[in-house]
């Protein structure tokens, strides 16, 4: 059961290139959205939160299509210490349950 | 200092062994979680509390147990660890926001062969 799929990568960018990554979910009563970032054999770390009305942090753009149970991250002017994985993450919580579920993540590198 | 942390941070065991992996938390967060990681299937929730007296299994709790000892500290047990369980474990906690806002903080990960 695939609840969230994130694009497979990995995606090999030039530094100061913009690259964007997508994101959809199964359970359309998902509540909250979170893109994280992992770097390699270290834990996950949060990016950034997604709003239903997008929001950026620097470089970074997040989308949030509840209509089509789709999520984006922009990147903007990548950097060389961009390259990492990146999770896409889906909140569930109600009475008696509570589902945060992670997509398989997107590597990124960043290329010289 | 780390906010939380794990031990060990690598385990070599042998099938059949019952081992117990530890998590320690100082950001006095009232929840906390234990997930695998596999490559290839991402991120899987085991067990999580969202108190001391409250213990929930997750997507893939099977084969393993959980003790939340005090607000802080938060233990996963293999009772008799299997091949299939050699994984990567992370320990997480997670503060509640408003408007379903939560970030996970997750511990340094503990790398566990079962041979």
């Known amino acids: 059961r695939k609840e969230v799929e994130q694009d497979p990568g990995p995606f090999n960018v030039p530094e100061g290139a913009t690259v964007a990554f997508n994101c959809t979910y199964s359970n359309s009563a998902s509540q909250s959205f979170f893109w994280y970032r992992q770097d390699c054999r270290k834990e996950p770390k949060l990016l950034m939160s997604v709003y239903s009305s997008g929001n950026e942090d620097g470089r970074f753009t997040a989308q949030l299509n509840r209509a089509s149970q789709y999520i984006s991250l922009l990147i903007r002017d990548s950097k060389l210490s961009d390259s990492a994985t990146y999770l896409c993450v889906v909140k569930y919580s109600g009475a008696g349950s509570y589902q945060l579920t992670f997509g398989k993540g997107t590597k990124l590198s960043v290329i010289p | 200092d780390a906010d939380v942390t794990q031990t060990p941070r690598n385990r070599i065991t042998k099938t059949g062994k019952r081992i117990m992996l530890e998590c320690s938390q100082t950001?006095?967060?009232?929840?906390m979680y234990w997930y695998r990681q596999d490559p290839g299937l991402g991120l899987r929730l085991i067990y999580y509390?969202?108190?001391?007296?409250?213990?929930n299994k997750g997507e893939i709790s099977d084969g393993y147990s959980v003790s939340r000892q005090a607000q802080a500290k938060f233990s996963l047990s293999l009772e008799s660890a299997i091949p299939n369980q050699t994984a990567l474990y992370f320990c997480a906690t997670s503060d509640l926001l408003g408007g379903g806002k939560e970030t996970q903080y997750f511990g340094p990960g503990t790398r566990l062969l079962v041979l």
């Open positions: 950001k006095g967060h009232d929840r």
């Open positions: 509390s969202f108190d001391v007296k409250d213990i």
